[in-house]
């Protein structure tokens, strides 16, 4: 608490610093609802209440096989949906990680101090070192260090992630106790934030399975689709033959309520639990709802993506000036860090 500064002035002031959180999504181009609900609606959300820093990793996308065309226009689909959906420039600090070349600086200094034995432990190192097995590199091992790096870059605090990343936050926790305790107390240990509404969306196609864009097209709803389009997709989505006495619900039919609660449709939502649980339901219906629902939704964030799409200066300005911003908190960090490390610093 402090004295207010201006003269004869005798309120006291309370100064709140908001806490620092930094997120990263990976450029998968035009983005789904299962991105919208379960993560960007919720970084939407703490704009208001924290310093939110938000990239969109492009050299994390590097890791797995990728074309160079596609990267680029799947960084700038991204941006154009993060925009859309609701992050605001004004409220935030929005990124592309590879223009805020600090990151990959940091990362080579904490690749120094992270034993290998921790990286090969990592499950989506396996995860994915099965699933491209002609395409191991060194950045796929690594990139839970430039993880780490994105986040104690900014000294965040706090890390807004679905439960699939936790082992990665984890990992930077260590890598961050190491780093303190090699050279002195320089980051925090940043927790994971996990919100309980933020909801798992199922593809359509293989319910079985989260909804991604890599089982193809009729199986996700992007952000920015028509309501022929989801009401196309949302019909065709694979349910069951119906509910019978004390099954559970099948995961198809259970995302399709998921989808009504998430949209806010809580009376539909009822109305058709109790259907099902009489066995009543009629499961076209509930479709033919749900898609108007989903449409409904999405119809101000498809409005708002046409508003960007025919005024590139916005993606442009916001994107100049959090690189401004994250830049300056960088150069800070890495200045600090070089002193610590050890590296050639020629004004001591
Ligand atoms: N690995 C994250 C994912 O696949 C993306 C990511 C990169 C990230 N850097 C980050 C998430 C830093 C949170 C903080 O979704």
């Not at 310093?51 to 226009?73: F, K, R, S």
Request: hydrophobic share 35%.
């Amino acid at each position: 608490m402090t004295l207010c500064s201006s003269p004869n002035c005798r309120w006291k002031v309370i100064i709140v610093t908001k806490r620092r959180v930094f997120s990263g999504m990976r450029p998968t181009g035009r983005m789904h609802v299962g991105n919208y609900l379960g993560a960007v609606r919720n970084w939407v959300q703490m704009q208001d209440t924290y310093q939110c820093i938000y990239a969109v990793v492009d050299y994390h996308a590097m890791t797995t096989p990728y074309e160079p065309d596609q990267l680029n226009q799947e960084t700038d689909e991204m941006l154009v949906d993060l925009l859309a959906s609701g992050i605001d420039p004004e409220k935030c600090t929005l990124i592309v990680q590879s223009q805020v070349p600090q990151h990959s600086e940091l990362a080579w200094i904490l690749g120094t101090i992270t034993p290998l034995g921790w990286l090969e432990r990592v499950p989506t190192f396996k995860e994915k070192s099965d699933m491209h097995p002609d395409y191991l590199n060194l950045g796929l091992l690594s990139y839970p260090v430039l993880q780490a790096a994105d986040i104690i870059l900014y000294k965040a605090e706090a890390v807004p992630v679905g439960e699939d990343q936790r082992p990665h936050v984890e990992l930077t926790r260590e890598i961050v106790r190491r780093f303190n305790h090699m050279f002195g107390d320089t980051f925090p240990e940043p927790q994971v934030i996990t919100k309980k509404e933020t909801a798992r969306i199922a593809s359509l196609t293989e319910p079985g399975k989260k909804m991604s864009k890599s089982l193809g097209p009729s199986s996700y709803i992007a952000i920015g689709d028509s309501p022929e389009q989801i009401r196309e997709k949302i019909m065709k989505a694979v349910t069951d033959t119906g509910p019978s006495s004390g099954d559970e619900m099948s995961p198809g039919v259970a995302s399709l309520f998921l989808l009504l609660r998430s949209f806010g449709a809580e009376e539909q939502y009822q109305a058709f639990a109790d259907e099902y649980r009489a066995q009543t339901i009629r499961y076209v219906d509930l479709k033919e709802t749900t898609a108007d629902v989903v449409a409904q939704g999405l119809q101000p964030i498809r409005e708002k993506k046409q508003e960007i799409q025919n005024n590139k200066r916005m993606l442009e300005d916001a994107l100049a000036q959090g690189r401004e911003t994250a830049t300056a908190l960088a150069a800070e960090t890495m200045s600090e860090v070089r002193n610590r490390i050890g590296l050639y610093n020629p004004r001591m």
